[in-house]
């Protein structure tokens, strides 16, 4: 279990040494075709922010060796504001004393269409609260069940399960699971998380390896920029990454650094806030450290940065997002978890693409791909 591994490496010291990493240690992981976690540290580091054009050109070659200039578009549907955990930057916390929606069968079905409307979706990101008694593992069996005559490609971003849980949502057409670890600093962990089972860092962090167990076609992994150093963060889940790669090599990974702005929500601030170009750093060097993981970004970010970014190393993206439950037809008021900062449609975030350069690509998955040997 990654949570063993994860021991034996001191947060502190990976800090000291991602910030001491000099031009020549940048300039040796450019050099490499091959990196390893110590060369993502020097890309990472402030040494290499004087190498962003470099890193660039490079990101979007591997990018476009691997991917060619497609970007996979695919969009979040919120099934559920209920959540029994207390994350104090989330509004939809267990103390927020806010109307809490579970979406019914006939609610979701109803979302499902009004998604099929926007744009030709074929791949669909099911979110919920971590509400297990009343949004559990039968009620996203439904979800899915429901969702299958609509999209080719059913993720969910729900709250970690067992692994005959993720086995038998398999059953049920699930080819992915994203799950953010928010911070791989354990000591800090549960300042940000303190009730519920979100507090259990051990029970989440292990929740990938589960997810391998289980055999899940792919896996998003994500770190929650605002809360600790993002390099050290970063640097934890690149870890991670070659930790789950090297134990479930069957697994595709996408990786994700959605970062909190200031004042998203009335309650907490970010600790740390990355720069857009940090963001861009990140990104670059994820890719140069690995050519093959998807690189996502939500509607979180700007639009501008979105279609910059989209020929630089990302290469899947959300588009008309919304993130209340019901948000595209059954309650398009209610409370978003988070707010978007790219708000036009998926028709116009296509456009924009395309004159990019970028081919937009709505299915890229199909379920009968799972009985190709
Ligand atoms: S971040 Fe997720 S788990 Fe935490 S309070 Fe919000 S909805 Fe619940």
């Known amino acids: 279990m990654f949570s063993e591994e994860l021991e034996k490496i001191s947060w502190e010291e990976t800090t000291e040494a991602i910030y001491s990493k000099t031009e020549s240690d940048v300039l040796r992981a450019l050099g490499k075709s091959h990196c390893d976690v110590n060369d993502f540290m020097a890309l990472v580091s402030p040494a290499a922010e004087k190498y962003l054009e470099p890193m660039a050109r490079l990101s979007r070659k591997y990018t476009e060796e691997r991917f060619g200039k497609t970007v996979s578009m695919f969009i979040p549907l919120y099934l559920t504001n209920s959540c029994t955990n207390s994350c104090v930057y989330c509004g939809f916390h267990i103390s927020n004393p806010m109307a809490r929606t579970i979406l019914t069968p006939e609610e979701i079905e109803n979302e499902y269409k009004a998604i099929k409307k926007l744009a030709p979706f074929e791949n669909l990101l099911i979110v919920t609260g971590e509400n297990p008694a009343k949004a559990g593992v039968p009620y996203l069996a439904k979800a899915l069940d429901l969702a299958k005559p609509y999209f080719s490609n059913l993720k969910i971003e729900v709250m970690p399960l067992k692994t005959e849980e993720y086995a038998e949502l398999t059953k049920h057409g699930m080819n992915g699971v994203i799950c953010f670890q928010e911070t791989y600093n354990k000591v800090r962990y549960n300042v940000y998380h303190p009730r519920g089972m979100k507090s259990k860092f051990e029970w989440r962090v292990n929740g990938f390896d ?29 870890y991670h990454l070659r930790y789950l790669q090297k134990h479930y090599w ?8 959605p970062r909190m702005r200031p004042a998203e929500n009335e309650g907490f601030q970010p600790n740390v806030i990355m720069s857009d170009k940090e963001l861009a750093q990140v990104t670059f060097a994820m890719r140069i450290f690995d050519h093959d993981v998807d690189i996502s970004y939500s509607t979180r970010e700007p639009a501008y940065i979105r279609d910059h970014m989209a020929s630089l190393g990302v290469t899947t993206m959300s588009a008309e997002s919304k ?26 975030v296509e456009c924009a693409l395309k004159a990019a350069g970028r081919e937009p690509v709505w299915k890229d998955w199909d379920a009968s791909f799972d009985f190709v040997k």
């Open 323 to 348: 993130t209340e439950p019901g948000g595209y037809y059954t309650y398009p008021q209610a409370l978003e978890q988070f707010h978007i900062s790219d708000d036009r449609t998926a028709g116009e």
């Open 210 to 238: 589960r997810m391998g167990q289980a055999g899940v076609h792919s896996i998003g992994m994500g770190v929650l920029i605002g809360l600790e150093d993002w390099r050290t963060d970063v640097t934890m889940m690149a």
């Open 250 to 257: 069957k697994t595709k990974y996408s990786v994700n650094f």
